[in-house]
């Protein structure tokens, strides 16, 4: 009975079953909060130690699966030397088996493969994807890029998914702390997100399409001036700088960014005196109240570096790529560099010719 009690609860009533008996059994835990504005997504749920060995336990209810993220983290923790554990209800009992005794390699093996496997799914589809969605050309200095083995020249087929493209070239750059970028992008709606209140890009998931258009419009504009050879030198910094332009739309503290722009439907009558309210077509977004009027180039640099460096001229192209659109960005004029001009042009075709943008250019 009771192991059938373990395998029928849920994710969260198995959690504190797990943490009742590492109490009994005298190990030091903490439990992570992962994926808030502050904390690192894809953390295990609980960090132990126990009998002198580091324990990272991913808690998952029956047929629950882990995320890339929580994988990646699972393998660096095995990596390190600790025991990286996917735990579900079914295996509670080896569970608490190698808690007794953490130096039974046999037991921890057991327990490994239930993230292994997933391991070797996403490598699988690594694999296939590198073959389809491969950003650069070879590293030769006198071959220049292919377009049509760019990733982020794909964003403009059909039906493309817009935050694999993102994702894939993002981590291809190797900067470090990426992955922990990714993950918060998703856990703050970066990849929902319309892009503007009612210009270009408004719909969900606008503002991945938008930065995946970006994304190749400044590669096409990289190759062409610079040739193959000296797109190749900059081109982790147009990646990163075109990807996470726009990061700051998402919002901050909680809040985001664009909120429904609601209008009034009709009017009200004697019969009906309640006045009804409907979000509007003509702009279906409005940028939230709530928010303080930062603008989001200067909120992209911030979100992004609370996980990644960026280079003093990646900050750049970032908080000036609206260019003299924008009044407060004058301190632009004579001091263009190669990366803004790149992300500023990108950023306007993107948006005016690609999305047909007739506005302002302004963040509603």
Same mark, same amino acid.
């Given at each position: 009975?009771?192991?059938?009690?373990?395998?029928?609860?849920?994710?969260?009533?198995?959690?504190?079953?797990?943490?009742?008996?590492?109490?009994?059994?005298?190990?030091?835990?903490?439990?992570?909060?992962?994926?808030?504005?502050?904390?690192?997504?894809? @953390?295990?749920?609980?960090?132990?130690?126990?009998?002198?060995?580091?324990?990272?336990?991913?808690? %998952?209810?029956?047929?629950?699966?882990?995320?890339?993220?929580?994988?990646?983290?699972?393998?660096? @923790?095995?990596? !390190? #030397?600790?025991? *990286?554990?996917?735990?579900?209800?079914?295996?509670?009992?080896?569970?608490?088996?190698?808690?007794?005794?953490?130096?039974? &390699? &046999?037991?921890?093996?057991?327990?490994?493969?239930?993230?292994?496997?997933?391991?070797?799914?996403?490598?699988?589809?690594?694999?296939?994807? $590198?073959?389809?969605?491969? +950003?650069? #050309?070879?590293?030769?200095?006198?071959?220049?890029?292919?377009?049509?083995?760019?990733?982020?020249?794909?964003?403009?087929?059909?039906?493309?998914?817009?935050?694999?493209? @993102?994702? =894939?070239?993002?981590?291809?750059?190797?900067?470090?702390?990426?992955?922990?970028?990714?993950?918060?992008?998703?856990?703050?709606?970066?990849?929902? *997100?319309?892009?503007?209140?009612?210009?270009?890009?408004?719909?969900?998931?606008?503002?991945?399409?938008?930065?995946?258009?970006?994304? $190749?419009?400044?590669?096409?504009?990289?190759?062409?001036?610079?040739?193959? !050879?000296?797109?190749?030198?900059?081109?982790?910094?147009?990646?990163? !700088?075109? *990807?996470?332009?726009?990061?700051?739309?998402?919002?901050?503290? #909680?809040?985001? $960014?664009?909120?429904?722009?609601? +209008?009034?439907?009709?009017?009200?009558? %004697?019969?009906?005196?309640?006045?009804?309210? %409907?979000?509007?077509?003509?702009?279906?977004?409005?940028?939230?109240?709530?928010?303080?009027?930062?603008?989001?180039? =200067?909120?992209?640099?911030?979100?992004?570096?609370?996980?990644?460096?960026?280079?003093?001229?990646?900050?750049? *192209?970032?908080?000036?790529?609206?260019?003299?659109?924008?009044? !407060?960005?004058?301190?632009?004029? #004579?001091?263009?560099?190669?990366?803004? $001009?790149?992300?500023?042009?990108?950023?306007?075709?993107?948006? &005016?010719?690609?999305?047909?943008?007739?506005?302002?250019?302004?963040?509603?």
């Amino acid at each position: 009975m009771k192991g059938v009690m373990i395998r029928m609860a849920d994710e969260k009533n198995f959690e504190n079953r797990v943490k009742a008996y590492l109490r009994e059994s005298g190990c030091w835990f903490l439990k992570y909060w992962g994926g808030a504005a502050y904390t690192k997504s894809g @953390i295990p749920d609980l960090l132990v130690c126990c009998r002198g060995r580091f324990m990272g336990v991913e808690i %998952k209810a029956p047929g629950g699966k882990p995320t890339d993220l929580q994988i990646y983290n699972l393998r660096r @923790i095995d990596t !390190a #030397g600790g025991l *990286a554990i996917l735990l579900y209800p079914k295996d509670y009992d080896l569970f608490k088996r190698l808690v007794e005794d953490p130096g039974n &390699k &046999k037991l921890y093996e057991v327990l490994k493969s239930k993230w292994k496997h997933f391991e070797n799914i996403i490598k699988e589809k690594e694999t296939k994807g $590198m073959e389809k969605e491969r +950003i650069t #050309g070879t590293e030769s200095g006198n071959t220049v890029v292919k377009p049509e083995e760019s990733a982020v020249t794909q964003a403009g087929t059909v039906d493309y998914n817009y935050p694999d493209i @993102i994702r =894939t070239a993002l981590l291809k750059t190797g900067r470090e702390g990426m992955v922990d970028l990714i993950g918060f992008m998703g856990d703050v709606g970066f990849f929902d *997100a319309p892009a503007s209140g009612g210009n270009h890009s408004h719909e969900k998931g606008g503002l991945a399409a938008h930065t995946a258009n970006v994304m $190749m419009c400044a590669e096409k504009i990289g190759v062409a001036l610079l040739g193959g !050879a000296g797109y190749n030198e900059v081109q982790n910094s147009v990646v990163i !700088a075109a *990807a996470l332009h726009d990061l700051g739309k998402c919002g901050d503290y #909680g809040k985001q $960014m664009y909120v429904p722009n609601m +209008i009034k439907d009709g009017k009200p009558t %004697k019969a009906d005196p309640v006045q009804k309210f %409907k979000q509007s077509e003509a702009k279906p977004w409005k940028r939230n109240p709530d928010l303080l009027p930062l603008d989001h180039a =200067t909120r992209s640099i911030k979100l992004a570096t609370l996980y990644i460096d960026l280079t003093e001229e990646e900050e750049y *192209a970032i908080r000036y790529h609206d260019g003299l659109y924008d009044t !407060a960005n004058y301190g632009v004029k #004579g001091h263009e560099t190669r990366l803004y $001009m790149i992300l500023h042009w990108a950023d306007m075709w993107a948006s &005016k010719v690609i999305e047909g943008d007739s506005g302002d250019n302004s963040e509603e």
